[in-house]
């Protein structure tokens, strides 16, 4: 096993997990209760992810944060180090890959809370994010430990955008999924195999555990 593949990919999972919980609570509500025309539009560039190719999302990341870039040129005058290659930019693509599965369960749950009681907190006095944090969100419990656990999972599992935009390099950009295929490469299907085992079991624990979490209150065993 390739401990720092691992943790590397377990910390890169953790930070996209926080940033996207961050930004796509009031991206998914704006979304959820928006009425504006063009919604739609910003819908579909969120799930966009979904089914474009990784490697197309990684190439156009790499042109827009490559060193020549205005980003990346801003980025390097800022930190004096580039985007590319490094754990941030790996950050900035995890966070735009994952962003459907962060978004769209919170979206969904935000679109089933009762708008009877979004609009009794509007007459109580609570401001809209208030309304949001107090009432919106212990009501989207279910939706949002599965953006949490779905966005946490995804990230552990990506290959092609990070390979795009990380490359491979030990301890710093190389994730557990991207050790696999160098495993493979170099004809060690022992340690891929052991390595495809853990993400195998991790991937079904992780789906059991949602399945169980959005049964809200019904038994996730049930007696025959």
Known sequence: MDWDAVVLSLRLAAATTVVLLLTGIPLAAWLAYSRRRWTVV????????????????????LVALGN?????????????????FTFNGLLIASVLHSLPFAVQPLMASFAGVDRRLLEASTVLGRTWPATIVKVVLPLSRAGLVTAVVLTFAHTIGEFGVVLMVGGNIPGQTRTVAISIYDSVQAFDHATAARTSFVLLLFSLVVLVATYTINRRGRPAWPRP
Do not use: D, Q
Request: charged share 10%.
């Open 42 to 61: 910003v819908e579909a560039v969120v799930a966009l992810p979904l089914v474009l190719p990784p490697t197309v999302l990684g190439f156009y990341l």
């Open 68 to 84: 020549r870039s205005p980003i990346g040129r801003w980025w390097i005058e800022l930190t004096g180090s580039p985007l590319v």
